[in-house]
């Protein structure tokens, strides 16, 4: 338990003390700048901006958006579901697991779809 503790301590000391060290060199060793009203503009590729980042963006970014989380939540359940079902393969338990992630998928297959028929997946228009 000790020897835990102490390999804890040691990381979370890590974790505390390098971004500080990183921080504190860079503040050294940089180089020295004044504040400019250019330095705090945004750029962009040196391309100066049209409009406020305020503005409104289309309803197919959240779309997008939408599709990007269902998916990242599949990759997320689907690898550790696959070990569980691996060892509990052949039993009734197995089978509940089983037909349970067929009913995920399916609610997951149904947003796809709805993001299809909204139109989201379609680039050109």
């Not at 359940?77 to 338990?93: H, K």
Request: charged share 15%; glycine share 8%; aromatic share 16%.
């Amino acid at each position: 338990m000790s020897q835990n503790l102490l390999a804890f301590s040691v990381l979370a000391a890590l974790a505390v003390i390098t971004p500080i060290a990183i921080l504190g060199l860079s503040y050294v060793a940089g180089p020295a700048r004044s504040r400019r009203v250019t330095d705090l503009t945004p750029y962009e590729c040196g391309v100066k901006p049209y409009h406020s980042a305020r503005g409104r963006f289309s309803v197919k970014f959240y779309l997008v958006a939408m599709l990007f989380i269902i998916f990242d939540v599949e990759a997320v359940f689907i690898y550790p579901w696959a070990r569980v079902l691996r060892e509990r393969a052949g039993t009734p338990e197995g089978w509940f697991l089983f037909w349970v992630m067929m009913i995920f998928l399916g609610v997951l297959t149904v947003g796809f779809v709805y993001e299809w028929g909204r139109g989201a997946l379609e680039w050109d228009r």
